[in-house]
């Protein structure tokens, strides 16, 4: 399987068939399994061999999906959660010691951000914040003895800015830090981070991977020796997805390719509507040619991603006002369904920040953020303009 394209692994690749010769991977709805003897048991606790033992550890379901996930991103090995927090915390939890340091980009998801402030100092980790349009040397001003990490994502949550990963991929080799990528919203199908340098990728498999709303789950996979301090950390820790969400998952990776593609053409399709607009200030997104790292986005990735950022003429008020004329599109927290979703960032996941953290991280009052679906662009672009319409009466 390992030569052939990505959609063909993405659908041939799975889990031996059983005896029953079915053609679709069964669920393994097991918690655990069963030895032949004692000393079969005795030598898989042992780790003498590799098997299912239980489904905390590994289960044929999650292998199925992290193998998927590893030759997608070209990855060694990897590990399933329940959530793509789950993923983020578990990999820092397993990495880190007391007195380290993180160098992370201010524009990561929110509630990484929240375990950087809230939870990490009272185990003595500090984080240090750059912006995602800082240069190299500001990035490396930022690097200490005691720094071991550098964390990004790109494109960003909710900016949709795009950070140059081959830049950061040399200054982590040039200090010897562990660059890792949340990489959740291009997708393994629209960027492969370990190309440019990244040692682990994170992902949460809720958004685009799943792609239908339907199951919460995270998975980090990257360098063998990285991934199995992960594996040590979560087999006693507990994240561990369920078989259930795994099977969904990898069910959904069949279909990935096609349904990002036209993602990413809807999301083209709206970013060039609203680029006309006259009462529309700002849109941003990274296969237009005005966003501000075009070059980049185009080296490293595919297609543009789901997801368009824009603001109105007006602001706060004005924005508040296109929320409540919206009628088909959803009012909801997720991206990467299938139904396009529209948020207010400022005023809901990143409403705890303080004005100036937002404003670190890219967000201003009246951004508006789309996570674009698979509904027919001219329905998708008929609702934001009616909307639009309305709220700048
Ligand atoms: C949603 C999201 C997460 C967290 O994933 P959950 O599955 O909700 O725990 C992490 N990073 C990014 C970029 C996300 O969009």
Redesign the pocket.
Known sequence: MEEKEFETRAIRMQTPRSENLEHSTPLYLTSSFVFEDAEDMRASFAEEKERNIYSRYANPNTSELIQKICAMEGADAGFAFA??????YSTFAALLESGDHIVSCAS??G??LSLYTQFFPKWQISTDLFHVNASASEIESLIKPQTKVIYV?SP??PGVDVLDLQMVGDLAKKHGLILIV?N??ASPYLQQPIAFGAHLV??????LIDGQGRV???VTVGRRDLIDKIYRFSRISGPAMSPFNAWVLSKSLETLAVRVDRHCDNALALATYLEAHPKVIMVKYPFLKSHPRYSIAKKQMKAGGAVVAFEIKGGLEIGKAFFNNIQMLSLSA???DSRSIVTHPASTTHAKLSPQEREHAGISEGLIRVSVGLENPKDIIADVAQAIDKATQ
Not at 83 to 88: C, E, I, Q, R
Not at 202 to 207: D, E
């Open positions: 959530s793509g927090m789950a993923a983020v990561v998801f509630s990484t994502e960003t949550n949340d959740c919203f994170v992902h949460s498999a809720t958004k919460l789950g995270g997720n991206l990467g």
